[in-house]
């Protein structure tokens, strides 16, 4: 309170022309747009169901927050104009006991009354045409389980994309049969045979046309599986 009560004043004291008014106009402007988010979020009820992610619902509250965050930002998407969120949900390091702790994270994700079942159900239709959601982790998992029950860092890995600009279907071969003969090696890696520039860069694509070659500039280098096209993946 302070600090915005000395701005105020500042505001109307300091010469246009001094070093200082950038500085002043910038936090004016802040200002402004705080004013607007917290007008509209006012205006917003948060569904009990997101305030459920984070008291209780989820394992991790704290994923639960990004969720709820995630849906004031949509509902502040006209001040915002968001195109591009990123949200972190941790645990997927799993060296031991990979079965249980898995499930417990995909029950998070997608469980009925979870993360993107509530997300989804309180966002309206418009957002939900216009939202496409990738789900993926900075690395992958070997091939065959390290004797404690997990798996050990590798490779190749997948990506779940969901949305309703999404055509459906498994992209690329998940099990192909040459990696069987693999399977006695030790520490043996999935042999990644797209690259994400691909698969991403057609996501670029349906949210900002041409966009994909601009984020990956280096696309057309980049390992492609025979027989998939990316481009077929968003749909209108």
Known sequence: VALETFYEN???EISPN??????VDHEQVVRHFGELVTERL???????????????ALNDKYFGKQVRNLYDALACNDVLDLRVASLEFGGWDTHDGQNTSIEKQLSDLFGAGRAMDSLWNAMPSDA???AVFVFAGEFGRQLVANGAGGTDHGRGTSYLIVGRGVTGGVYGDMFPEEELSRHADLGPDINGQTHLDHVLGAVCDWVEPGS???VFPDMSNAMLESGVDPQNLMGS
Do not use: H
């Open 42 to 56: 006012a205006s917003v009820p948060e569904p009990a169901a997101l305030q459920a992610l984070y008291n209780g």
């Open 10 to 12: 500042l505001a109307n």
């Open 212 to 214: 994909g070659t601009q």
């Open 128 to 130: 939900q045409d216009n």
């Open 18 to 23: 001094s070093t200082y008014a950038q500085f």
